[in-house]
């Protein structure tokens, strides 16, 4: 069975030597090789439309048709992209769903909370005259992708939620524009202090494994680290204050001062009283 990455890179060698019938009738019989499901995953690795695979199928196949070894247009030919007509689109796209953007800002893969059909509508009442499909590719082209949701509920939804995150991404970027401190805490994966199991392997005498206790349960001698860390948004740097305490607001708090005190006060001096 190939990799998706081996048939992709295939893909990639034969398409641009290929003409479009060639191509359909070509990304068709990669499709037919692979059985069912095979017209989705082509799609996927090609970013060709499953109709136009299917379109290929229906077509026949004559190595002696000279209309079918010729050019099929002219150099230049066929319709433009919907976004060389309307080259502010992307930019237009990129300011509706920035503001609603899940994860890590620097993160280089980002993905959306809005549905491709609502900004599609959002850019209908901006007057772009543009389809799902196209604000799909236009999403892939920004660096945006779709992806399933991973724990990521928090209780009951607030009706001003979306309201009340669009008012802190605005006041933290003014925060920035002015050289001010904006900081993201959380605390991270408490570790058990001790000799325990670590997930992986590491190179040791043969037949010789270091030895670990058989039980995970906390040492109430040595107890568990808890680190807890801190994110410079502007300058993108960060800082890790561990402790053996209990996850508490006081640990928190006392992180926040320890950052100011090792890197923030050095940072952004006390010109400014922040609050």
């Known amino acids: 069975m190939e990799t998706d990455e081996v048939i992709k890179t295939r893909i990639n060698t034969i398409l641009p030597i290929l003409n479009e019938r060639q191509a359909r009738i070509y990304l068709s019989a990669e ?17 060709v439309t499953r109709r136009t695979i299917a379109k290929g199928g229906m077509e026949s196949f004559d190595a002696e048709d000279s209309v079918f070894m010729a050019r099929i247009r002219k150099v230049g030919g066929g319709r433009k992209k919907v976004i060389e007509h309307q080259p502010q689109m992307l930019e237009a796209i990129q300011g509706l769903v920035s503001p609603h953007t899940m994860g890590n800002p620097m993160n280089p893969l980002m993905w959306t909370s809005k549905s491709i059909r609502k900004i599609l509508a959002e850019l209908t009442e901006l007057k772009y005259k543009v389809s799902h499909e196209v604000v799909r590719q236009c999403l892939i082209e920004l660096g945006y992708s779709l992806q399933a949701n991973k ?18 991404n605005s006041t933290a970027i003014s925060f920035m ?4 401190p904006v900081i993201s805490v959380d605390c991270k994966k408490k570790e058990l202090i001790g000799n325990y199991k670590n997930n992986g392997q590491e190179w040791e005498v043969k037949k010789q494994p270091i030895a670990v206790k058989v039980y995970d349960f906390i040492d109430k001698e040595l107890g ?8 410079d948004m502007a300058k993108n740097e960060g800082f890790v204050n561990v402790g053996i305490s209990s996850d508490t607001a006081e640990f928190a708090v006392h992180s926040i001062r320890t950052w100011w005190l090792e890197m923030g006060k050095q940072q952004y001096g006390m010109r400014k009283k922040y609050t």
């Open 31 to 47: 499709a037919a090789s692979i059985g069912w499901g095979g017209k989705s995953l082509i799609a996927k690795l090609s970013s």
């Open 151 to 168: 724990k990521t509920y928090e209780g009951a939804k607030n009706e001003d939620r979306d309201q009340q995150f669009e008012y802190i």
């Open 177 to 180: 524009n002015e050289n001010c």
């Open 224 to 231: 568990k680290a808890v680190p807890y860390g801190i994110y």
